[in-house]
């Protein structure tokens, strides 16, 4: 019975600590005027083609297979992952990897005028390496990846988010 009583404050104390940490449940990005018939044109395709593509569909957008007359075109030439080793041990051993990740992207609209100018977004994630766990990088290499690449779609979903919302300005007719 005390239980019943509590549980409101519970929740309620609950819900003002996730207001106060700052957290949010992800939302669907507004689309800058002119992607909402969209073609990817990914350097490789696979997982930040399939994440993006569903990312944008969650945003109204309508991705479709191949460009053309009234299609927009979010092009990215470069999307590659990089692994480096950052710190060896006394016995010239890795203890130390980063996995970065850079993707270049430009939005053209499907009138042809640029929608997004060609840019560049980077992160990276680096982790400690034990030696004797020689096998674990591998999965360890690509739970990074995928983390990366759930990140990258968010950040390139920022960016034309903020471009929704604050356009360039357009120049005067000559």
Do not use: W
Request: aromatic fraction near 4%.
């Amino acid at each position: 019975m005390r239980l019943r009583r509590s549980a409101p404050l519970l929740i309620a104390t609950l819900a003002l600590l996730l207001a106060g940490c700052g957290f949010h449940l992800r939302r669907s990005a507004a689309l800058p005027a002119g992607m909402q018939t969209l073609h990817l044109d990914i350097a490789g395709g696979g997982s930040l083609q399939r994440q993006l593509t569903r990312a944008l569909q969650l945003s109204g957008a309508t991705v479709v297979e191949h460009g053309g007359n009234g299609v927009a075109t979010l092009r990215a030439p470069v999307a590659k992952f990089s692994t480096n080793a950052l710190t060896l041990t006394g016995f010239a051993r890795v203890s130390e990897y980063s996995v970065r990740y850079r993707v270049e992207f430009e939005v053209v609209g499907a009138a042809g005028q640029v929608i997004a100018p060609l840019q560049t977004i980077e992160m990276g994630h680096e982790f400690t390496f034990d030696s004797t766990q020689a096998i674990g990088i591998a999965g360890e290499v690509d739970a990074i990846q995928r983390s990366l690449t759930g990140d990258m779609v968010q950040a390139i979903l920022r960016r034309l988010d903020a471009l929704a919302k604050h356009p360039p300005p357009q120049p005067a007719p000559g």
